[in-house]
């Protein structure tokens, strides 16, 4: 079964219109991986790179842990595949299997569900210790849609390329 995908609202706050687009990118990436096999999903589609639509989901469950748990909630932790916060390891999907990768995923995107929703507002202000600076939740917002949206891309191209998919 295709993964729901529901459009942002047209007619909305900014919160609300931020966290529409957020929940479409990530539903995209779901939708680009379904109905594939875990070797389809860890095939280097695009030789000489290692990428893989596998290795887009862990990055991307790296991605939701880094900035809603560890900046946002300001929680001291590894990220999901790297205790030392390299975060090239999730890319390597070689021994990877869809249930491990997604629900890992899964759990860090419910995680920062949470953490955005229990925030007061996206002036909320956080710090981010790699980058050393002051943020809003707003910019963590965006910066997540962004990666969200630029890998989105790159899951179209590895899609079409383990099976001529293409498209939405």
Not at 29 to 54: I, N, Q, V, Y
Request: include cysteine.
């Amino acid at each position: 079964m295709a993964p729901e995908r529901v459009g942002p609202p047209l007619i909305a706050g900014e919160r609300e219109t931020l966290r529409g687009f957020l929940d479409f990118h990530r539903a995209t990436l779901a939708m680009k991986c379904d109905g594939l096999s875990d070797e389809e999903l860890r095939r280097h589609s695009m030789p000489p790179s290692t990428l893989s639509l596998l290795g887009l989901v862990r990055h991307m469950a790296e991605v939701e842990r880094t900035w809603f748990r560890i900046v946002v909630n300001r929680e001291d932790m590894p990220l999901v595949w790297s205790d030392q916060r390299d975060y090239q390891v999730a890319y390597d999907a070689t021994t990877a299997t869809r249930t491990e990768a997604f629900d890992a995923w899964q759990r860090e995107v419910d995680h920062a569900r949470r953490i955005e929703n229990e925030a007061e507002s996206l002036d909320a202000i956080v710090h981010s210790e790699r980058w050393g600076k002051d943020m809003t939740l707003r910019l963590v917002m965006t910066h997540v849609l962004l990666e969200y949206a630029r890998h989105n891309g790159h899951a179209d191209f590895l899609r079409e390329g383990v099976d001529g998919t293409v498209g939405a």
